[in-house]
């Protein structure tokens, strides 16, 4: 079994203190760390080797036993079974060897040169590390009518049914987690967590912007110059609108409150505006066009 230089693990001097061990040490798991690197076996595997360099260099009596041993450490009796014992000292404490990640098996165990130089005992009275079990990504299909109101829905994940709640006036890519749904833990670890995207799909009718909803009415020519009363349809139901004489096309109007609802604000609503769009009449008969005529002369 090959040596393996813990220090270059980590990326740090020997002489590192203890501070700058803990933080190589952060930095290295936030790289490799399963939940960001999901089904990667290498960065699984050099993920399980930084978690057995910090165990050595961030205790000081192991790091004391690894920095005397080196490369020497075939030489010296293993510490489980030498108790009391003080092994000789190494000559040649500053040769930086190679390091084979292939020495850490998939299960989290120690490698097999930890496992020789500090024994059973030196991970704790024989306990293997605990890993947090992978996170579960899964994305969710809704439409616009569908984040009215919260409900209730029952999702299929490995197998296994889980209900849950999907918030009213949740945003399209929003992500929720649901905690401990995951991938089980390893020697004993928690659960991963299963994280859901929803995926809104965009309305035919309305334009979704935040909370507010944005549609274009078509408007007759004659209701926009005489003024009147239009239906206008909103997702939750029918309203009757009163249009002012002489209404411009691209006139805007609200409709306080007919938007979608504030994510976890309960009786919070966004806005309805609805924009005209002034349609010209066609196929006019003669006497239409004589009058338009009329009108345009006066």
């Known amino acids: 079994m090959a040596f393996i230089d813990y220090y270059k693990i980590l990326g740090i001097d020997k002489k590192a203190t203890e501070k700058e061990i803990k933080n190589a040490f952060r930095k290295q798991a936030r790289k490799y760390h399963p939940d960001l690197n999901p089904n990667d ?3 699984n595997t050099n993920f399980q080797a930084i978690n057995e360099a910090n165990e050595v260099l961030s205790d000081p009596e192991k790091r004391k036993k690894y920095d005397e041993h080196g490369e020497n450490w075939k030489h010296a009796d293993a510490y ?8 000789p000292r190494s000559s040649n404490q500053n040769n930086q060897g190679g390091y084979n990640f292939e020495n850490y098996g998939e299960d989290g165990d120690f490698s ?9 005992a030196a991970s704790g009275q024989g306990r293997q590390p605990k890993y947090r079990g992978q996170n579960y990504q899964s994305e969710l299909h809704l439409t616009v009518k569908d984040i009215l109101q919260s409900h209730q829905q029952t999702l299929s ?18 992500t929720i987690k649901i905690t401990g749904h995951g991938s089980a833990g390893k020697n004993g670890g928690p659960n991963g967590d299963l994280l859901i995207t929803f995926l809104i799909k965009e309305d035919d009718n309305f334009k979704r912007n935040g909370n507010n909803l944005h549609i274009i009415f078509p408007l007759n020519l004659y209701t926009a110059v005489l003024g009147g009363e239009i239906t206008i349809d909103t997702l939750t139901g029918k309203v009757k609108v009163n249009v002012k004489a002489e209404t411009q096309n691209g006139t805007k109007i609200k409709l306080k409150g007919k938007g979608l609802p504030v994510y976890k ?3 919070l609503f966004g806005d309805l505006f609805i924009t005209f769009q002034i349609q010209i009449p ?17």
């Open 41 to 43: 076996k290498e960065a």
């Open 80 to 87: 489980s079974n030498s108790q009391g014992q003080q092994p």
């Open 112 to 120: 097999d040169f930890f496992q020789s130089m500090f024994g059973n």
């Open 157 to 174: 994940v490995n197998g296994k049914n889980i209900r849950i709640t999907i918030p009213a006036g949740v945003e399209n890519g929003q």
């Open 265 to 267: 604000k309960e009786n």
């Open 282 to 298: 066609e196929n006019l008969t003669e006497n239409q066009v004589a009058l338009f005529k009329e009108l345009s002369n006066s």
